[in-house]
């Protein structure tokens, strides 16, 4: 089956500690990207990537940091979490020739509580 | 300014409502436009899309898109409680240093009630 698969679901946590939330597409899609959905804000772009080794910010990339090693896998890494941290994550990939047609394909979402 | 507007809602409508949802614009570089259905603890889905100017129809759903008004609607007929979620939506461009980009709405939270 095709789709996105983001781990943990769920995960809280402490001010501070490390985390590292994984996103991985069987869909060979060149393009993916990280975003946060916050009440009242909507979807908002963290970080994205074009291809292996090219990642660039997106709207709120503070206190982030991500990295495209292999294709299907694009890691968000939290080095040190606030609680202004705490929100839903999804991560999103698609092919980005024939984006227009197809659009984004979502994971199931993080949900991440930083206490 | 952002760059798309979705009012957030709440809309609230009985079963078998023709619901309208819009969201305008500013980027007129715009060409992709979109719709995502998200239901609870769920990711978005691809519910639609666009190309430039035009309608196009998918069962009870019809997208359309005005450009010259920077203007794009959802609408869905004879609604039904399972077509209960939030959606966004959604435009890209078709070329630059932008492209692969989606930029959405802030999402309407849509509740039909039976």
């Known amino acids: 089956e095709a789709q996105v698969t983001q781990n943990p679901r769920y995960l809280i946590t402490v001010t501070g500690k490390k985390l590292t939330v994984t996103c991985s597409q069987n869909m060979n899609h060149e393009y993916m990207s990280w975003y946060r959905q916050d009440p009242g804000l909507g979807l908002r772009q963290i970080y994205y990537?074009?291809?292996?080794?090219?990642?660039d910010k997106g709207d709120v990339p503070e206190g982030y940091k991500v990295s495209r090693k292999e294709k299907r896998n694009f890691p968000l890494i939290l080095e040190s979490p606030s609680p202004n941290q705490t929100s839903l994550y999804f991560c999103?990939?698609?092919?980005?020739?024939?984006?227009?047609?197809?659009?984004?394909?979502f994971g199931s979402g993080t949900r991440l509580t930083v206490v | 300014q952002k760059e798309v507007e979705q009012d957030p809602g709440p809309l609230s409508v009985p079963e078998g409502a023709i619901v309208s949802l819009n969201c305008t614009y500013s980027n007129s570089a715009f060409q992709y436009f979109m719709w995502y259905r998200q239901y609870s603890r769920k990711g978005p889905e691809l519910l639609m899309y666009t190309y430039s100017s035009g309608n196009k129809e998918d069962g009870r759903f019809t997208a359309q898109v005005d450009k010259s008004s920077k203007y794009i609607s959802l609408f869905i007929r004879d609604s039904q409680p399972s077509d209960s979620a939030t959606y966004l939506c959604?435009?890209?461009?078709?070329?630059?240093?932008?492209?692969?980009?989606?930029?959405f709405g802030r999402g309407t939270q849509l509740t039909v009630w039976p």
């Open positions: 999103a990939s698609s092919f980005t020739v024939t984006q227009g047609l197809y659009g984004y394909t």
């Open positions: 959604a435009m890209r461009v078709d070329r630059g240093s932008t492209l692969g980009r989606l930029y």
């Open positions: 990537s074009m291809n292996v080794e090219v990642t």
